[in-house]
């Protein structure tokens, strides 16, 4: 395991996946009963951008900054606040210094009644997790392999809530292991939603991915999907998507603002393109 989410926090991927799970969240507080999330790779929480790591890719200067920077307009600026906000509150005193990682984002919209559970296998950044929320009630760290922890945590007893999965895609099979793992645990928790992060790189893997999932028997799947640029000669993180089961009923008209918007500020050139489209459910309706 070499992958450290240090050196890519707040990028263009982090901006597109942490918008949608923003919605996700604010869909699910809509209705009084409590709600789980479990993040089975959730990462060190919080990133110090003035870090080696940060400094090193300077990865969130085409990412957050370029959101931070924006002027939004409406809708776009009202469905982007939860998480722009929730990026602000580490930031009181500085522009931008700390970026939020999936669970701290988790962490800043949960109510009183909800919980998160926070899965990393990596001893320090699972360690820096177990730091930042010690004694935290609603918060629940486990140094964990994410993927048997997919299959074992759920249903969580709310049997209401959201899994996300966020691979760091450094080994072989990743994509098969995404849709195993999503057949397994939706056969489990049927009603659950599921948000599984994918890398736009190997553009014939994403082809294939995306075949599998249409063929894979669960019913509500949409695909939410956005690239900086267009396919590079050479393999490279052109975009980023997420696969979402049982997607929020306002999650595609909400993302049919947000990306057309993030696409604008976060795009390399011309080349720069987005797309919604499900999966499975709905008609297959591509945009
Ligand atoms: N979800 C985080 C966020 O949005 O802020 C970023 C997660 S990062 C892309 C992937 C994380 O998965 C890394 O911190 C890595 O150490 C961790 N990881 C790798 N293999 C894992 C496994 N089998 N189970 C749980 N975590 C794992």
Known sequence: MNYRHGYHAGNFADVVKHAVLT????????????????????????????????????????????VLEADLAEPAKSLLAP????????????????????????????RARDRLTAIELQPQEAFALKTRFDGDYQVRVLELD?????????????????????????????????VDGLVKAHRRWPGGIYAFWYPIKDHAAVARFRDRLRNAGIARILDVSLSVRGPSPEPRLDGSGLVVVNPPFLLEEEMQTILPTLAVLLAEDDTASWRIEHLAGEDAAQT
Do not use: C, M
């Open 23 to 66: 919605r996700i969240l604010v869909y699910l507080k809509r209705k009084d009963k409590p709600f789980r999330v479990i993040d089975t790779h959730a990462g060190a929480g919080l990133y110090d951008l003035s870090s080696e790591a940060a400094q090193k890719t300077g990865e969130w200067r085409s990412g957050i900054v370029k």
């Open 83 to 110: 998480y722009l906000e929730a990026v602000a509150a580490l930031n009181p005193a500085e522009p931008l210094r700390f970026y939020p990682g999936s669970p701290e984002i988790t962490r800043h919209l949960l």
């Open 146 to 178: 994410g993927w048997l922890a997919l299959g074992a945590h759920v249903p969580p007893k709310e049997k209401r809530g959201l899994v996300l999965v966020d691979p760091p895609f450094e080994r072989e099979g990743e994509f098969d292991r995404i």
